[in-house]
């Protein structure tokens, strides 16, 4: 089994920065992606980064150039540096794993997910 662990949400003004971490645990063989999503009240969860075990990195369109992911692998955790915050990033950002199969956007390939942790940008 594998359980991920996010932490570093909290309030913050617009313009200003976030980073999120995501704690791997468990048998993490199968893990070859870590991918964040995003939840917004009343709105559909959506694939905001990704980053496959040999440093390949993806991002959303709506996050290029402001939010950037990375991982430190001698500590199992995956980040999300978010610069530039907007009220819109404002969300339940959630840590999610998988394997090489599937697609980063799609949530069901994921077969792991943390419990969320809350970001509130306010205007």
């Known amino acids: 089994q594998v359980q991920l662990v996010e932490s570093g949400g909290g309030s913050v003004q617009a313009g200003g920065s976030l980073k999120l971490s995501c704690t791997v645990s468990g048998n993490t063989d199968s893990i070859k992606c870590m991918g964040w999503f995003r939840q917004a009240p009343g709105r559909e969860r959506e694939a905001v980064a990704a980053i496959y075990d040999r440093g390949r990195t993806y991002s959303a369109d709506s996050v290029k150039g402001r939010f950037t992911i990375s991982q430190e692998n001698a500590k199992n955790t995956v980040y999300l540096q978010m610069n530039s915050l907007k009220p819109e990033d404002t969300a339940m950002y959630y840590c999610?794993?998988?394997?090489?199969?599937?697609?980063?956007?799609?949530?069901?390939?994921?077969?792991?997910w943390g419990q969320g942790t809350q970001v509130t940008v306010s205007s």
């Open positions: 999610a794993a998988k394997g090489w199969s599937g697609s980063w956007v799609v949530q069901s390939h994921y077969d792991y």
